[in-house]
C-alpha cells in the first residue's frame, strides 16, 4: 500500500521560510510531486523530484530522498498569496501512474 | 489555466441518483486521472484513462465508472449515489511520454448529495 504523512498545519510571516516536510511508504516509487491549492480551487503544479537532491524554481524549492522515504517543500520569502494547502502526492504502485496524495498541509502566513 | 475543463462546476442530486461530470483535457494530452477530494483531505485516486482504456483503478466501488472519448475528454459516471459522494471531483491530464508525465488539474466539480 502507499502511505503519505505531512503535517496538518503551519503557521508563518510574512517574508519568513517555511518547510514543508513530506515521508511516504509506498510499493513502487515514479516521483514525488508538490501541488498549492488554494481554498476553493484545484491543486496546481509546483515542483517534481525522481532523483535524490534539491529542485529550485524561485522561491520554491523541493528536495527529495528517496532512501529515507523523505521530501520536503521549502517556501522563501513568503507572501501573503502563498496562504494555501500544499499536497504532497507520490507516482508509482500497482494502480498505473496514479498520484497517491497526502492530506495536505495548510499554511496560514501572518503579516 | 492549466487548458483543463470540467463541467459542471456545481451540482446538487439527491441519494439514489446517478451523475456524470465531464473533463476536457488539455490540448496534445492523451491520459486523464479523476480524483475525489474530500473536505479537509488530499485528492483519492478514481481512475485513469489512457487511449479510451481504463489504465488503473483506486479503491472504489463499480458504481463509479468512466468513459474515455478519442478526443481524449472524459467523464465520470456515478451510480445509485449516497451522502458520502459529496466531494469535489477533480480531473487531471497528462501526456504519457516520459518519466515526468505531470498531471495538471481542471477546476474540479463539487457535488453535493442530499
Known amino acids: 500500500g502507499q502511505n503519505i504523512d505531512q503535517p496538518t498545519e503551519m503557521t508563518a510571516t510574512e517574508g519568513a521560510i517555511v518547510q514543508i516536510n513530506c515521508t511516504y511508504q509506498?510499493?513502487?516509487?515514479?516521483?514525488l510531486f508538490w501541488y498549492q491549492q488554494h481554498a476553493g480551487e484545484a491543486p496546481t503544479f509546483l515542483s517534481y523530484?525522481?532523483?535524490?537532491g534539491l529542485e529550485e524554481k524561485g522561491r520554491f524549492s523541493s528536495f527529495l530522498s528517496r532512501s529515507k522515504g523523505y521530501s520536503y517543500l521549502l517556501l522563501k520569502e513568503l507572501q501573503m498569496k502563498d496562504s494555501a494547502s500544499y499536497l504532497c502526492a507520490v507516482r508509482g504502485g500497482a494502480a498505473g501512474n496514479k498520484l497517491t496524495f497526502g492530506g495536505g498541509t495548510r499554511v496560514l502566513v501572518k503579516p | 489555466e492549466t487548458g483543463v475543463t470540467q463541467s459542471p462546476t456545481h451540482l446538487i442530486k439527491t441519494r439514489g441518483q446517478q451523475v456524470t461530470l465531464r473533463c476536457s483535457s488539455q490540448s496534445g494530452h492523451n491520459t486523464v486521472s479523476w480524483y475525489q477530494q474530500a473536505l479537509g483531505q488530499g485528492p483519492q485516486f478514481i481512475f485513469q484513462y489512457y487511449r479510451e482504456e481504463e489504465n488503473g483503478r483506486g479503491n472504489f466501488p463499480p458504481r463509479f465508472s468512466g468513459l474515455q472519448f478519442p478526443n481524449y475528454s472524459s467523464e465520470l459516471n456515478v451510480n445509485a449515489l449516497e451522502l458520502d459522494d459529496s466531494a469535489l471531483y477533480l480531473c487531471?491530464?497528462?501526456?504519457?511520454?516520459?518519466?515526468?508525465?505531470?498531471?495538471?488539474f481542471g477546476p474540479g466539480t463539487r457535488l453535493l448529495v442530499l
Open positions: 523530484n525522481v532523483l535524490d
Open positions: 509506498t510499493s513502487g516509487f515514479n516521483g
Open positions: 487531471a491530464s497528462s501526456l504519457s511520454q516520459g518519466r515526468e508525465e505531470t498531471q495538471y
